[in-house]
Nanobody, 115 residues
């Protein structure tokens, strides 16, 4: 069993930055593909970014050039650095940990971009 805990959400003005963190416990971390997803009210949950164990990354087109996903396997932590935030980035952000036969989610952290 893997437990994921997100932190770092909050209220920020357009153009600002936030750094989200997700720490995993309960199992080994390095073999999992880690990802960040987000969901706005009334919208489907969408993938934001993923990172494989060796550092391969993938981003949604809407966040390319603005967001950076990274991981520290020694600390069992994945990060999402969000720069140049836009109001449309407002959502609950969820951490995901995935491996064949295993799929875990954090509780979510609210990110609100507003002036």
């Amino acid at each position: 069993q893997v437990t994921l805990v997100e932190s770092g959400g909050g209220l920020v003005q357009p153009g600002g930055s936030l750094r989200l963190s997700c720490t995993a416990s309960g199992s080994i971390f390095s073999v999992y593909i880690m990802g960040w997803y987000r969901q706005a009210p009334g919208q489907q949950r969408e993938l934001v970014a993923t990172i494989a164990s060796r550092g391969f990354t993938n981003y949604a087109d809407s966040v390319k050039g603005r967001f950076t996903i990274s991981r520290d396997n020694a600390k069992n932590t994945v990060y999402l650095q969000m720069n140049s935030l836009k109001p449309e980035d407002t959502a609950v952000y969820y951490c995901n940990s995935r491996f064949p036969g295993h799929d875990y989610w954090g509780q979510g952290t609210q990110v609100t971009v507003s002036s």
